[in-house]
């Protein structure tokens, strides 16, 4: 994971419009007491919103950093679960969820299909349960999420030793974030370390006497580092010195 940040980034005109609308539908519904709602895949997926996200997330997954279209279409991620959410795998999916923020733009992010459907779902533990926020008439930053969400900055929370990813400290966040975004899971620890195996030998000349390479390898250190590079958080970890 590395931070997404939204700062500046225009909200695409349907979330703001369309999106608008529906949200004001469903939180006068549940108001009269309904609980279940029709949230707009034609609004929160419109193919602007999508490529916004694309274009801001340097067609990154949010959570595993590989790249999405070159292997799938990709999904629109909520990180606060629009339609229920789940605290643990005991616990059954309780409804509604953070319906009003189903076309919020600072909710949604791109996520690759395995990230999404197969490990994120609709997981969203909190620290406190007390402090859990079930309507609009809520505040959202008195909750405290345990998954970390990709537009903050993780390294307090995670590091890379080799292609494996851990909590930093025994961060009780950054344990729930892998467990639930799938970040070691193995095709793609091994896709990390095959990605990480050049490298490590490419560094040996980055950091040795001159030579014709040497600035060479310098310079695509500093490349790999870059948020809009695959697995760039690795390579921070990895090698803080040549990024």
């Not at 949604?108 to 779902?121: G, I, V």
């Not at 969400?149 to 494996?164: A, G, N, R, T, Y």
């Amino acid at each position: 994971m590395i931070k997404i940040d939204k700062t500046g980034v225009a909200v695409p005109t349907i979330l703001s419009t369309n999106g608008v609308t529906e949200v004001n539908k469903n939180n006068v519904a549940f108001m009269r007491g309904e609980r279940r709602f029709l949230i707009l895949n034609s609004i929160y997926g419109h193919p602007t919103v999508k490529e916004c996200l694309i274009t801001l997330q340097n067609d990154k997954c949010c959570f595993c950093e590989r790249k999405v279209s070159a292997g799938e279409p990709g999904h629109i991620e909520h990180y606060r679960p629009k339609g229920g959410y789940k605290k643990d795998d005991k616990s059954k999916l309780v409804r509604p969820g953070y319906f009003w923020l189903a076309y919020d733009f600072e909710n949604l992010f791109l996520s690759c299909n395995k990230c999404n459907t197969s490990y994120k779902k609709n997981y969203f533990p909190l620290a406190d349960e007390t402090k859990r926020v079930t309507s609009h008439v809520g505040y959202i930053v008195n909750e405290d999420p345990l998954i970390l969400s990709p537009s903050v900055d993780v390294e307090s929370h995670l590091v890379f030793k080799q292609e494996i990813i851990k909590p930093r400290n025994k961060s009780i966040k950054g344990k729930e974030t892998i467990k639930r975004t799938g970040l070691n899971r193995k095709a793609l620890a091994d896709d990390r370390l095959l990605f990480l195996k050049p490298y490590k030998i490419l560094a040996n000349i980055a950091r040795g006497a001159p030579s014709p390479d040497k600035q060479a390898a310098i310079d695509l250190f500093l490349e790999l580092g870059r948020k809009e590079s695959t697995f760039s958080y690795m390579m921070i970890c990895n090698f803080p010195d040549l990024v």
